[in-house]
Structure formats: structure tokens, C-alpha cells
């Protein structure tokens, strides 16, 4: 299986900040990556596919870069309902896993 | 969209089937995969089905321990068990995906978990 590393797990972060969470692939898997939002007592949520492209919907304060095992989502100005827990996810080869998960606080 | 069953409380040795009835899009062109969440915990992806051949995969973690299958006449996706264990106790949720060929307007794959169920909740307890 491709193990998924995602750091920091959690980060304290004030409204208006700029936030980025890291998600590294034990191997290479291109541009196969997405990144998910979850807030507490919900199902997850896509933001971003195919590592740099936006889902239709979400604001453009968030952005995702990267390819090959190094990808980054990064938002721009932190809004108060922005405050989750994020997760990357590779979808190059079955099984499809998930990062650990990236919790952002309200500093 | 994505409807899943409602929450379960069961016993150890149960069996259970849960369900995830899709509508608005054709599902037979979609995967639809089934992802766990322990309570205070990340998500885990068990495995995937494709409706319209019945291709499955599992991950290696779930695989033997539970069973994905789907009902194309009624547009549903199904995760079940035939002996729950108190370590089942957890959030179930079903998505969807499109296939590696559905690109968007720029030509990227839209390869993604892009519609997601609300979640089913099974509790395993004696």
C-alpha cells in the first residue's frame, strides 16, 4: 500500500493567516491527489482533485501544488469557518489511502 | 446524491448490511467506495465497487472482514458484515468517484471522492 504522511497533524492559526499542510507519498503517484475538508459531525468534503485543481464551489483562498510524492494544500486567508480537519487522500493505485489528517485550531 | 441508510446498534456475531442508494447521476458510469471513521479518528478506505461490471476492490485491511456489493436496478451500493466485532463500531460513509477517463473543461482527471453519503453509524455492543 502507498502510506500517506501528512504534517503538521494539527496547527493554531488566527483569521486571516496563511495556512499550508503537507502530505507526502511513499512513493510516486503524479498528480493523483486530492484533499478533503471535515468538520465535526459531517461527511468530508472534496476541495481540491488531481493535486492542483479546484472542485467547482470551493473558494479560491484554498490551492493545492505538488506532483510525484510532495504535495502541499495551502489557504491563503484564513476564514473562521475554515477551522476542520483536513485530509489528503492519492487516488493512483488501489488501495486508495488517506493521510493522517491535519486538524486547524482557532489561535 | 448520496442517501445512506440509518444508524444500527448491534451485538457481536450480528450481521448486518448497510446501504447507499445514489439518484441524479447514472450509476453504473461511477465508483462508489466505502470509507470508516472510528469515533476520534481519520478515514479509512475499505474499498470500491463499480456498478456497472461489479469490478471490487478491497484494501488489504478489510478484505475477508466485509463485503461490497451493488444493485444496479435500484441504484444501490451495499457494505456488509456477517459477524460484526465490537472494533466495527464506527461512522460508515459511501462516495462516489468517477472513473480515470472523466476529465474536466482543462483536461485534468477528475479522479476524486467527489459526492459523499451523510454517514451511517454502527455500534457494536453487548
Known amino acids: 500500500d502507498i502510506q500517506m504522511t501528512q504534517s503538521p497533524s494539527s496547527v493554531s492559526a488566527s483569521v486571516g493567516d496563511r495556512v499550508a499542510i503537507t502530505c507526502r507519498a511513499s512513493?510516486?503517484?503524479?498528480?493523483?491527489l486530492a484533499w478533503y475538508q471535515q468538520k465535526p459531525g459531517k461527511a468530508p468534503r472534496l476541495l481540491i482533485y488531481?493535486?492542483?485543481s479546484l472542485q467547482s464551489g470551493v473558494p479560491s483562498r484554498f490551492s493545492g501544488s505538488g506532483s510525484g510524492t510532495d504535495f502541499t494544500l495551502t489557504i491563503s486567508s484564513l476564514q473562521p469557518e475554515d477551522f476542520a480537519t483536513y485530509y489528503c487522500?492519492?487516488?493512483?493505485?488501489?488501495?486508495?489511502?488517506f493521510g493522517g489528517g491535519t486538524q486547524v485550531e482557532i489561535k | 446524491q448520496l442517501v445512506q441508510s440509518g444508524a444500527e446498534v448491534k451485538k457481536p456475531g450480528e450481521s448486518l448490511k448497510i446501504s447507499c442508494k445514489s439518484s441524479?447521476?447514472?450509476?453504473?458510469?461511477?465508483?462508489i467506495g466505502w470509507v470508516r471513521q472510528k469515533p476520534g479518528k481519520g478515514l479509512e478506505w475499505m474499498g470500491i465497487?463499480?456498478?456497472?461490471?461489479?469490478?471490487?476492490r478491497y484494501s488489504p485491511s478489510f478484505q475477508g472482514q466485509v463485503t461490497i456489493s451493488a444493485d444496479k436496478s435500484i441504484s444501490s451500493a451495499y457494505l456488509q458484515w456477517s459477524s460484526l466485532k465490537a472494533s466495527d463500531t464506527a461512522m460508515y460513509y459511501c462516495?462516489?468517484?468517477?472513473?480515470?477517463?472523466?476529465?474536466?473543461?482543462?483536461?485534468?482527471?477528475?479522479?476524486?471522492?467527489?459526492?459523499w453519503g451523510q454517514g451511517t453509524m454502527v455500534t457494536v455492543s453487548s
Open positions: 462516495a462516489r468517484k468517477p472513473p480515470h477517463y472523466y476529465y474536466d473543461s482543462n483536461g485534468n482527471p477528475r479522479d476524486a471522492y467527489d459526492i
Open positions: 441524479g447521476y447514472s450509476f453504473t458510469n461511477f465508483w
Open positions: 465497487i463499480h456498478p456497472g461490471d461489479t469490478d471490487t
Open positions: 512513493q510516486d503517484i503524479g498528480g493523483w
Open positions: 488531481a493535486a492542483s
Open positions: 487522500q492519492q487516488a493512483n493505485t488501489f488501495p486508495h489511502t
